[in-house]
């Protein structure tokens, strides 16, 4: 089962990815709730939405960090995807914090010529922890190749409004995958 969300998951999010970078019919329906955005994509999925955070560098425009929750409707379940730029410690991963939650290791999926990903399913627990934090910012640390630790920051404002709006709409959305149907017995 879990490997099948996984699946579905990243399915999921990789459809996501291809469809932002797609026509302009294919084009999600962003809505900025303070400093996250939620995009549902006119396609379906059994998880056609996400709720995402983009920190870029100011000054050269490269992106530094980004994360994305999305939510699967038929499985109560979430999925994470967190980008950061390239030249980390692959073996030591990331964690996430706030000023009242840190997350275990989470570890890096894949890296490409874009940055290094954690894709993974998380527990509902964790979105809790996240939603209840206080304070209004928390982060990504990071380790360098070099072992020096880097701490990349993200706001929590607006992380429960944003969340409760894409979950309405991904279960309003959703389309449950179909299965496949029984061999007939000849």
Known sequence: MMKTFLAGAFMGLMTCAALAQAPASNKPDVKTVQDWAVRCF???SPSPCDMFQELDNQRTGQRVVSLSFA???ALNRHAL???VPLEVSIAKG???QTSTYTSPILKYRRCDRNGCYVEMAVENGMIESLAASSGDAGKVAIAADNGKLFNLNFS???FVAAHD???SQARAKAKTPAT???AANP
Do not use: E, N, S, T
Request: net charge neutral; aromatic share 10%.
């Open 81 to 83: 995807v967190i980008a």
């Open 180 to 182: 496949p149907a029984p």
């Open 156 to 158: 929590l404002k607006g």
């Open 165 to 167: 709006d894409m979950v």
């Open 94 to 96: 990331l964690k996430l």
């Open 42 to 44: 006119p396609v379906d």
């Open 71 to 73: 939510f699967y409707p």
